[in-house]
């Protein structure tokens, strides 16, 4: 930290740079899953540890202060390479325009129907429910709890059979 005070940042990273370059590479490297990222991340941290060293404070160690750089930069890579999606490409407006507005609107419905009556009774959450929360059928050999069956057959269903 003297060096630091003493503006010789330059001085300060030299010393730094051999005893963190392996950690802050490994914590990069365990969010991005990929070496060439990984190198590109622990550079660009030593960049921003150079460029804020006149103003760590010393409230957090060194190396909390070091790591939470490196988080935040390999957060911020992670985030970068994510894909995205636009609504002015064709093929987005074309899965969004297939999207069967009533279809999904029903979906909706019976899991908003269903989360409540399970939330009475977590620890029987079967194959049954979990179908039934996601839309699906009991999968072969999946089980349902008798009261889901039976709650999801007189409330959802039937609701759907009545005249509207």
């Known amino acids: 930290m003297e060096l630091v005070r003493a503006e010789r940042r330059d001085e300060a990273i030299a010393l730094l740079l051999p005893v963190f370059r392996r950690k802050v590479f490994g914590l990069a490297y365990s969010f991005l899953r990929d070496r060439e990222a990984a190198e590109d991340v ?41 894909p995205q999606a636009s609504l002015s490409d064709p093929e987005v407006m074309e899965a969004v325009e297939a999207i069967d507005p009533a279809t999904s609107a029903d979906i909706m419905a019976d899991r908003a129907a269903v989360v409540p009556a399970r939330r009475s009774a977590p620890h029987q959450a079967t194959a049954g429910y979990h179908a039934l929360l996601h839309g699906s059928s009991i999968p072969p050999g999946g089980r349902c709890h008798a009261g889901d069956a039976r709650w999801y057959s007189e409330n959802v269903i039937a609701s759907r059979a009545r005249p509207s």
Do not use: H, M
């Open 42 to 82: 622990t550079q660009e941290v030593f960049i921003k540890v150079w460029r804020a060293l006149p103003g760590f404070d010393g409230r957090a160690s060194l190396s909390t202060w070091i790591y939470t750089i490196a988080r935040n930069t390999s957060l911020s890579a992670l985030r970068a390479r994510r």
